[in-house]
């Protein structure tokens, strides 16, 4: 069965870079979009952005100037980073992979990574 | 406060039939197509619809989904107790950038 691992420093202090990387095991790494999606604690959903499987991204303008995400195809990992956090960025942060073939989409999620930030 | 409104609670009885409302504007649901996601409690978010009114595979038929002008709908036939959970709507927004309802919890009584 697939699964997408995630991990990273699940406590921050203000002004540092929240670091989280994504890996499946038991299913394919290429052909897929990245997507990142956080929540915070007792809220919604809130779209961080994506990596397509040729590379290209899109971002949250609200979080634009804060992030990153990339894939390195060695290790079949994907990576987010989000610069100056704040308190405000506290959530559970999760990663999907989608991919649409001429019949059907399907989509996995990781089980999420709880970042607190916290002086 | 989200780009996509939905009714904050839904709910209803086993084996009724609940609908949840998403409405959106012409960049979003107008021009795009709409995803829902269900929430089981603790869990991560499950793809639920797709493309408006596709299942994914292993999706019961009960779940259904439909679209009209700048409004979505998720329908739940049949409801069971394991239903209760917490649903969101999305969709791509020509920002770019794809934007979530702030969800609706349902709660089967």
């Known amino acids: 069965q697939v699964q997408l691992q995630q991990w990273g420093a699940g406590l921050l202090k203000p002004s540092e870079t929240l670091s989280l990387t994504c890996a499946v095991y038991g299913g394919s790494f290429s052909g897929y979009s990245w997507s990142w999606i956080r929540q915070p604690p007792g809220k919604g959903l809130e779209w961080i952005g994506e990596?397509?499987?040729?590379?290209?991204?899109n971002y949250n303008p609200s979080l634009k100037s804060r992030v990153t995400i990339s894939v390195d195809t060695s290790k079949n990992h994907v990576s987010l980073k989000l610069s100056s956090v704040t308190a405000a960025d506290t959530a559970v942060y999760y990663c999907?992979?989608?991919?649409?073939?001429?019949?059907?989409?399907?989509?996995?999620w990781g089980q999420g990574t709880l970042v607190t930030v916290s002086s | 406060q989200s780009v996509l409104t939905q009714p904050p609670s839904a709910s209803g009885t086993p084996g009724q039939r609940v609908t949840i409302s998403c409405s959106g504007s012409s960049s979003n649901i107008g021009s795009n197509t709409v995803n829902w996601y269900q929430q089981l409690p603790g869990t991560a978010p499950k793809l639920l619809i797709y493309t408006d009114n596709q299942r994914p595979s292993g999706v019961p038929d009960r779940f259904s989904g439909s679209k009209s002008g700048t409004s979505a709908s998720l329908a739940i036939s049949g409801l069971q107790s394991e239903d209760e959970a917490d649903y969101y709507c999305a969709a791509w927004d020509d920002s770019p950038m794809e934007v979530f309802g702030a969800g609706t919890k349902l709660t089967v009584l």
């Open positions: 990596i397509n499987h040729s590379g290209s991204t």
């Open positions: 999907a992979r989608g991919i649409c073939s001429s019949t059907s989409c399907a989509e996995d």
